[in-house]
C-alpha cells in the first residue's frame, strides 16, 4: 500500500469560528502524525467564509510547531498571488525552523474569486503564462548564492524545500514534467482530466536534480465511519457545501443531514457524481477496498486524504480508519509477497 497523507482545508463550520479551526487542523495533524501519515498539506483559499488556511504559511508554522517528525506544507501557495521572493523567504523561515520537514506545493489558480485576486495584488496586469517563470524563480531562491546575485532570499538560500507541482488540468502535467517535480492531482474535487493528466506527466516527464522518476500523488476523499449509514451521513455535509458553492452561496462547513432518499444527490445531480467522483465512503471494510481499487486504477505513488467532516472528532476517527486500512492493506501485501 502507498503512503497517506493529509490535505486539510482547515474548515470553519456553521457555528464555529476560525480560532477554534486552527486549532483543530493542528490537533488533527498531531493525530495524523501518530497515525503514520507521511505529510500534512494546508491549502490557500482567500475570502472563503469556510477556510480558515488563508494565511497558509503562518498556518504552516503553527502546526509544524505542533508536530515532531510528519512533513508539512502547502497542497498549495496559488503563486500568482505572490512575488516568488516572499514565499522564498517565508518557506526559508520554515525551512530554517523545522528542517526536512517542509513542502511547497505551488499552483496556478488565484484560490479566490477576480475582486479578491485583485485585492490580494492590487493589479491583475501580469498574465497567467507567466507561472512557469516565477516557478522556475521561486526555485532559484533556493539554490546556494552565485558570485555576483544581486538579489538573494534570506532566509531560503541553499535551505532544503520540497517542491510539487499541483493541478487539476494537463497544464499542471506537463510543467510538472518539464521541470522533473513530483506532481499532485486535485482529483478529490476535478477529478474529469485525471487519466489524461497522468497519461500527460508519466510520458513527458524528465529527470532532474528533484527527481529521477514521475512521482504522482492523487487527491481522494474519504469519510469513514464504523458503519456504512453513518460514513454516509457525515458525507452529506461536503455534499451541502458543493451545492451552495454551485449555486452561488459559499459558506461554513454545514453538519450533516439525515438523507435516507438521496434527495443531496437529486438536487446536486451531475455536478456531484462528477466533482466528488474519487470518494470513499463508508465503514473500515468499505474504505480497505476503495482505497486499494483507486490505487491499482490510477497507479498513484502516494494518496492524499481529505475529509470535510462537521464535527472534529468524526473527522479525527475518519482519518484513523483510513490509516488502519492502509496498514492493513501492507500486512496483506506482505502474506501475499
Known amino acids: 500500500m502507498v503512503d497517506l497523507s493529509v490535505l486539510d482545508l482547515s474548515p470553519i463550520v456553521v457555528g464555529g469560528d476560525a480560532a477554534q479551526s486552527l486549532?483543530?487542523?493542528?490537533?488533527?495533524?498531531?493525530?495524523?502524525?501518530?497515525?503514520?501519515?507521511?505529510?500534512?498539506?494546508?491549502?490557500?483559499?482567500?475570502?472563503?467564509?469556510?477556510?480558515?488556511?488563508?494565511?497558509?504559511?503562518?498556518?504552516?508554522?503553527?502546526?509544524?510547531?505542533?508536530?515532531?517528525?510528519?512533513?508539512?506544507?502547502?497542497?498549495?501557495?496559488?503563486?500568482?498571488?505572490?512575488?516568488?521572493?516572499?514565499?522564498?523567504?517565508?518557506?526559508?523561515?520554515?525551512?530554517?525552523?523545522y528542517p526536512g520537514r517542509i513542502d511547497l506545493g505551488l499552483g496556478r489558480a488565484p484560490g479566490s474569486d477576480q475582486a479578491t485576486a485583485r485585492a490580494l495584488r492590487r493589479t491583475?496586469?501580469?498574465?497567467?503564462?507567466?507561472?512557469?517563470?516565477?516557478?522556475?524563480?521561486?526555485?532559484?531562491?533556493?539554490?546556494?548564492?552565485?558570485?555576483?546575485q544581486l538579489i538573494r532570499a534570506v532566509p531560503g538560500a541553499g535551505l532544503d524545500v520540497e517542491f510539487w507541482m499541483l493541478g487539476s488540468s494537463t497544464y499542471g502535467a506537463q510543467l510538472a514534467a518539464a521541470l522533473g517535480l513530483p506532481y499532485a492531482f486535485a482529483s478529490h474535487f476535478a477529478p474529469a482530466q485525471l487519466e489524461l493528466a497522468l497519461n500527460v506527466y508519466r510520458s513527458q516527464f524528465r529527470p532532474s536534480e528533484h527527481l529521477?522518476?514521475?512521482?504522482?500523488?492523487?487527491?481522494?476523499?474519504?469519510?469513514?465511519?464504523?458503519?456504512?449509514?453513518?460514513?454516509?451521513?457525515?458525507?452529506t455535509s461536503l455534499k451541502q457545501a458543493f451545492i451552495n458553492l454551485g449555486q452561488g452561496r459559499p459558506g461554513p462547513l454545514p453538519a450533516p443531514v439525515d438523507d435516507p432518499d438521496g434527495r443531496l444527490d437529486?438536487?446536486?445531480?451531475?455536478?456531484?457524481?462528477?466533482?466528488?467522483?474519487?470518494?470513499?465512503?463508508?465503514?473500515?471494510?468499505?474504505?480497505?477496498?476503495?482505497?486499494?481499487?483507486?490505487?491499482?486504477?490510477?497507479?498513484?505513488?502516494e494518496?492524499?486524504?481529505?475529509?470535510?467532516?462537521?464535527?472534529?472528532?468524526?473527522?479525527?476517527?475518519?482519518?484513523?480508519?483510513?490509516?488502519?486500512?492502509?496498514?492493513?492493506?501492507?500486512?496483506?501485501?506482505?502474506?501475499?509477497?
Open 23 to 97: 486549532r483543530n487542523s493542528r490537533d488533527l495533524a498531531q493525530n495524523a502524525e501518530r497515525f503514520g501519515y507521511k505529510r500534512f498539506w494546508l491549502a490557500e483559499h482567500h475570502n472563503m467564509a469556510g477556510v480558515a488556511s488563508a494565511a497558509t504559511s503562518v498556518v504552516i508554522g503553527y502546526v509544524a510547531e505542533g508536530t515532531s517528525t510528519i512533513r508539512v506544507g502547502a497542497g498549495g501557495i496559488m503563486l500568482p498571488n505572490h512575488a516568488p521572493l516572499v514565499i522564498a523567504e517565508q518557506f526559508g523561515t520554515l525551512a530554517s525552523l
Open 124 to 148: 491583475l496586469a501580469g498574465d497567467i503564462d507567466d507561472f512557469p517563470r516565477d516557478v522556475i524563480e521561486l526555485m532559484n531562491y533556493f539554490e546556494p548564492v552565485k558570485p555576483g
Open 303 to 337: 494518496l492524499m486524504v481529505t475529509a470535510q467532516v462537521y464535527d472534529h472528532a468524526a473527522r479525527v476517527r475518519s482519518f484513523e480508519i483510513a490509516a488502519q486500512a492502509r496498514d492493513e492493506l501492507a500486512r496483506l501485501a506482505d502474506v501475499s509477497a
Open 212 to 235: 529521477d522518476k514521475p512521482h504522482v500523488m492523487l487527491g481522494v476523499n474519504v469519510t469513514a465511519a464504523d458503519t456504512d449509514a453513518e460514513a454516509q451521513r457525515l458525507f
Open 266 to 301: 437529486e438536487i446536486g445531480g451531475a455536478m456531484l457524481r462528477q466533482s466528488l467522483s474519487c470518494s470513499i465512503v463508508g465503514s473500515p471494510e468499505r474504505v480497505r477496498q476503495g482505497l486499494a481499487d483507486f490505487v491499482r486504477r490510477t497507479g498513484a505513488d
